[in-house]
């Protein structure tokens, strides 16, 4: 099951795991869109694509919650 990262790590945006906009390497590093973009959806972590996070739903939150650890480190 993805961890679903709560923030990008290149500007701490926060990001909802219930909403789009985030993107994942496979190590599921995690950034928002214009931070992907600006890297041109390469993961500056091990070199991996930056694809679409995939969003979980708001019933499901409360069994499985998204990460809480932060990994923001600006």
Known sequence: MLELRPDCERCGT???????GAFICSFECTFCAPCAE???DVC???????????TRARD?????????QRHFKG
Do not use: Q
């Not at 926060?14 to 789009?20: F, G, N, T, V, W």
């Open 14 to 20: 926060d990001l909802p795991a219930h909403l789009p």
């Open 38 to 40: 600006l890297l041109d």
């Open 44 to 54: 500056p972590n091990c070199g991996g694509e930056l694809v679409d996070r995939p």
């Open 60 to 68: 499901l939150l409360a069994r499985h919650p998204a990460g809480t």
